[in-house]
């Protein structure tokens, strides 16, 4: 059974930065997916960013770009997203999500109908 789980959320004021990290127990010998989406209370889960664990193209949406980094250690099966000049709307749960696929380099565009697997999230709370 795949597992995941996410740390360092916490609560920051607008302009700062926060590190996410996830880990997820080895599932497999083959590169997967892994992504961050979050959720606003009465908001639709929102891609955040993704990438292939074997390398090519990364995944950011639109609101984020710039501003947020992902990135992926191999050795430790850790997912890492670094936020910078957070702002009130980046607000949310964050929960990391793995998959076989990476459909978003098809798509164009990273939806949670395409991963498999899921983590319960860490709170991320902006102040302006």
């Known amino acids: 059974q795949v597992q995941i789980a996410e740390s360092g959320g916490g609560s920051v004021q607008a302009g700062g930065s926060l590190k996410l990290s996830c880990t997820i127990s080895k599932w497999t010998d083959s590169g997967f997916c892994m992504g961050w989406f979050r959720q606003a209370p009465g908001k639709e889960r929102e891609g955040v960013a993704g990438l292939y664990t074997r390398g090519g193209q990364r995944y950011y949406g639109d609101s984020v770009k710039d501003r947020f980094a992902i990135s992926y250690d191999d050795g430790t099966n850790t997912l890492y997203l670094e936020m910078n000049n957070l702002k009130p709307e980046d607000s949310g749960v964050y929960i990391c999500?793995?998959?076989?696929?990476?459909?978003?380099?098809?798509?164009?565009?990273?939806?949670?109908?395409?991963?498999?697997?899921w983590g319960q999230g860490t709170q991320v709370t902006v102040s302006s």
């Open positions: 999500a793995a998959d076989p696929a990476a459909w978003y380099t098809v798509k164009g565009v990273m939806v949670a109908s395409d991963f498999k697997y």
